[in-house]
Structures are given as C-alpha cells and as structure tokens.
Nanobody, 125 residues
Framework: QVQLVESGGGLVQAGDSLRLSCAAS????????MGWFCQAPGKEREFVAA????????HYAEFVKGRFTISRDNAKNMVYLQMNSLKPEDTAVYYC??????????????????WGQGTQVTVSS
C-alpha cells in the first residue's frame, strides 16, 4: 500500500517555474513506477510524465517535453516535477500516481494503482 500527498502548487505567471513534490508512505515505494497527471477544467485527466522505479528511465507527454523534469529520491520516498517556462494552458490540478514497475512506462490512468489528492497549479498570462 502506498499513500501519496502532493504539494508545491500555486499561482504563478507565464514563464515562471514551480516544483511539485509528492511524498509517499509505504516501504514498497521504491518498487513502483511514479508518474504525474494533470486535469484541466472541463477536460479529462491526462499523462504528464513518469519515471521508473530506479529513476533511470523517464517519459514525457509531448506538451511538456523540454520544460518539465520528473525525478525521484527513493531514500526520501519523494517524487518531484520541476516545471519551467509555464504557460497558461498548464493550469490544472496535478496528481501524483504510483503503479507497477515495468516497461514501457504506463501513460494511461489504468497503469497506476495509487493516487494523491492533487495540487492546483494556476498560470496567469
């Protein structure tokens, strides 16, 4: 069992940066692929980025490539999403998710078992 709690969201201006954090509880955290999803108002939740259990392989949605970086610290049971060059269209609730390890990295909600409550990111123009 893994419980996830996100933090770090907020209101920023276009071009700014934010770092989201996800604190995980559970001794099996290091076994899971960890990902970030986002859900904008009126839209379905969509994949943002994910990283394998050992942090070696990551995968990004096209709309964040080159701007966002996912990382993890298994010693601290933490996952991070560094968000640079933010755009108004990045405004969404961002969710941390954990799922079984394996390749290819899952990019759909069904590939993840555990979810946090989400943190709001709002980017003003």
């Amino acid at each position: 069992q893994v419980q996830l709690v996100e933090s770090g969201g907020g209101l920023v201006q276009a071009g700014d940066s934010l770092r989201l954090s996800c604190a995980a509880s559970g001794r099996t955290f290091s076994r899971y692929t960890m990902g970030w999803f986002c859900q904008a108002p009126g839209k379905e939740r969509e994949f943002v980025a994910a990283v394998t259990w050992n942090g070696v392989i990551s995968h990004y949605a096209e709309f964040v490539k080159g701007r966002f970086t996912i990382s993890r610290d298994n010693a601290k049971n933490m996952v991070y999403l560094q968000m640079n060059s933010l755009k108004p269209e990045d405004t969404a609730v961002y969710y941390c998710a954990g799922g079984p390890s394996g390749l290819p990295i899952a990019t759909t909600e069904g590939g993840y078992e555990y979810w946090g409550q989400g943190t709001q990111v709002t980017v003003s123009s």
